[in-house]
């Protein structure tokens, strides 16, 4: 999918939160970290000819991949990440590169790469589902005339982005794009176009105009929905002002004539969550779309909502079955089925389309993928249903989907699909008594351990996860608790009863007890597949007692110590870290760069560490299980002259860190 999608966007721009760069770019590697990726592949390229270690080329060759992955040039990536690998970059330009011979679907390499890197990191078990997924990918690629789906690249696609279709009246389709019509002025050097805007096509004449002036902003809009009638609609906006937070909103507007309203975000909106995809219900009745709300279950999640007569209710999460610990987006609904995207179930390579049935329970049937030819070892995203056609003949429905794969016109583009009656599958066995079918629903859980580059430094990389052989698992089922010992694989099976909601605590001698949560709430049984099985993952830290471990995302503006939001994830997550390891004490530190007078920031980084402490307290930890304490610009990460320190060197010295100290 190209990188110029809601939920992209809105990570780069909570990355760079109150920020406007207008530092000239001097090297590739300032125009990558500035997220100009289109600039730094010009700059890198000249670079790297020029550099004279292998060390030096290797780097210059990872930002090279890197950045040509972030613009939707797969071949080349796959190519400059082997050349980092050969220069000794180390394990992360391998993973890379066999994630990108996987996209590329150059199946057969992925699983020999994936294979090498879980021996280079020391953990086979990191990468089997990826050459399990190969494997299957494979077998769908030859079965894909078996499917019922014939598919074409429609006309009016550009050498831009074009995603996300939705099909509207007189014979047209609303789609997503940034091509060289998007409003406003401002160029997008993440990929050197646009941003994004809404546009009408029509299929006859495959002429294309501006959806509305009145919807399209110099901001990037997307993904649209419609109501029954067309006079109610629904879209994503991801904000880039400074006025307003930098995160993606759903957006509502009403049909006046033959113009639209202004549009306003919706009533269950909260701050620092990014909303996106909305698909509404037949209907109407029912507002799918996707979020990286924490009440998710990882990634980016599908909720729904419920109209009511004062608006839309809270929403919530769809059950496991659909949801994953990676991302879902993109939901569709055609009738009792559910079309929806996801990098989190067995695909091809990068987005998936998959679909599930909901029952009378309000449940959802086992997930089924398209396969080959609606998937792609590429991104395949946004199917959509024409429901206006009637079925005729063999045809059971059409509609369209968005793929980046490499036949098309240029980075996304939007295809059309033809779904006719499959051919007819081998006989199976006829059930005499659906009542004496099985059903169980089996959890496997994986206790795991962060695998460091430098075994005794928690700040260095982490490579990967690994079993945590003799662990102890807590599992609290309604109230009643119950303890499992893990295997010589780190695996403990559970079977699992109906509509139950399942809290797990794993635990570990020398390690931070950490949580996880599993529900069989929305799992519907099928007779087509009665034994259903489902993964979590439970990862420990090592305590290191006296080690101050920096913490990620936590910045303070110039000259304030109040808790940011964008600092308020990082801080939420050691607030339930230590609420769930009620015998840990911890010090929160905080550290300035070189300049300034040594009073000045000595108190300054005591008001933000006592910050820190207090939004903690706040959170239910107890106060006499913190400490504060401010170094100045007393101890230094990077011990260097002050007036020759580089930007990073301050910035790595500007840091907030917590250390283990009881």
């Known amino acids: 999918m190209n990188i110029k999608t809601w939920t992209i966007l809105a990570v780069t721009l909570s990355m760079i939160l109150g920020c406007k760069f207008t530092q000239k770019i001097t090297d590739g590697k300032m125009a990558f970290e500035r997220k100009q990726y289109s600039v730094a592949v010009d700059m890198l390229n000249k670079e790297y000819k020029k550099a004279d270690s292998r060390v030096e080329k290797g780097k210059i060759a ?28 180390g394990s992360d330009a391998l993973r890379e590169y066999s994630y990108a011979l996987k996209k590329n679907e150059q199946y057969g390499d992925a699983m020999e790469a994936f294979k090498e890197l879980g021996l280079e990191i020391g953990s086979p078990y990191e990468y089997r589902k990826e050459i399990t997924a190969c494997k299957i990918a494979l077998d769908w690629q030859e079965q894909g005339d078996m499917t019922g789906y014939e598919i074409e690249l429609v006309s009016f696609n550009s050498a831009s982005s074009e995603y996300a279709p939705t099909p509207y009246i007189n014979n047209q389709i609303v789609f997503t794009s940034d091509r ?13 176009g646009k941003f994004s805007d809404l546009f009408i096509a029509n299929i006859s004449s495959n002429k294309v105009k501006t959806f509305s002036k009145i919807i399209n902003t110099p901001n990037n809009e997307g993904t649209i929905a419609f109501n029954n009638d067309f006079s109610e609609i629904y879209f994503s ?5 400074e006025d307003v937070d930098y995160f993606c909103k759903l957006m509502r507007s009403n049909k006046e004539g033959d113009n639209w309203t202004e549009a306003v975000a919706l009533e269950f909106l909260e701050p620092n969550v990014n909303y996106g995809h909305p698909s509404l219900s037949k209907d109407g009745s029912s507002l799918y779309f996707s979020t990286d709300h924490p009440d ?55 987005l998936d389309i998959f679909r599930s049935v909901k029952t009378k329970e309000d449940a959802w049937s086992p997930i089924i993928n398209l396969k080959a030819p609606i998937n792609s070892g590429w991104d395949d995203f946004g199917y959509v249903v024409n429901q206006k056609l009637k079925p005729s003949g063999n045809i059971l429905h059409e509609g ?42 089996v959890l496997d859980g994986y206790v795991l351990e962060k695998i460091y580059q430098s075994t005794d430094n928690p700040n260095s990389k982490v490579l990967g996860r690994k079993p945590l052989l003799d662990s102890a698992v807590e599992i609290d089922i309604n109230g009643k608790k119950r303890s499992v010992k893990i295997d010589r694989d780190g695996k403990f099976t559970l079977e699992l009863d109906k509509n139950t909601d399942y809290n ?53 503006d110039y000259d304030q110590w109040n808790i940011r939001r964008d600092a308020q994830p990082t801080l939420n997550e050691l607030s339930k870290t230590l609420l769930e390891n009620p015998k840990i004490r911890i010090q929160m530190a905080s550290h300035t760069d070189c300049r300034g007078k040594a009073n000045y920031n000595q108190t300054l980084s005591q008001r933000r560490a006592q910050s820190a ?42 840091r907030t860190t917590f250390s283990v100290i009881d």
């Open 504 to 556: 797990f605590l794993g635990s570990h001698e020398g390690y931070f007890n950490n949580s996880a949560r599993f529900s069989t709430v929305g799992i519907a049984q099928n007779e087509n597949n009665p034994i259903q099985k489902f993964e979590i993952e439970i990862v420990l830290d090592k305590i290191f007692k006296n080690r101050e471990i920096i913490l990620k995302n936590i910045y303070y």
């Open 180 to 192: 060289s019509d998007s409003k406003g002025d401002d160029i997008y050097n993440w990929t050197g």
């Open 400 to 441: 369209y989907f968005t793929s980046s794969r490499i036949d098309g016109k240029g980075s996304d583009d939007i295809y059309r699909f033809v779904k006719r009656i499959p051919p007819p599958l081998p006989p199976k066995p006829v059930v005499e008594n659906p009542d004496s079918i099985i059903y169980k629903l």
């Open 62 to 89: 990872f930002l090279l991949a890197e950045s040509y992955k972030r613009t939707n040039k797969n071949s080349s990536a796959i190519s400059w990440y082997k050349t980092a690998y050969d220069n000794q970059y």
């Open 613 to 654: 402490v207090d939004y903690i307290i706040s959170k239910g930890v107890k106060s006499e299980r913190l400490q504060a304490k401010g170094f100045g610009k007393s101890s230094p990460e990077v011990d260097c002259l002050c007036s020759r320190c580089s930007e990073i060197d301050h910035q790595a010295n500007r």
């Open 237 to 241: 906006r991801c904000y880039d002002s």
């Open 296 to 350: 998710g279950w990882g990634g980016y999640d599908i909720f729904v909502s419920e109209r009511t007569p004062d608006g839309w209710d809270t929403p919530r999460p769809l059950s496991r079955t659909i949801n994953s610990e990676k991302d879902e987006k993109f939901p569709f609904m055609h009738g009792d089925t559910l079309y929806f995207a996801s990098t989190g179930h067995t695909g091809m390579g990068g």
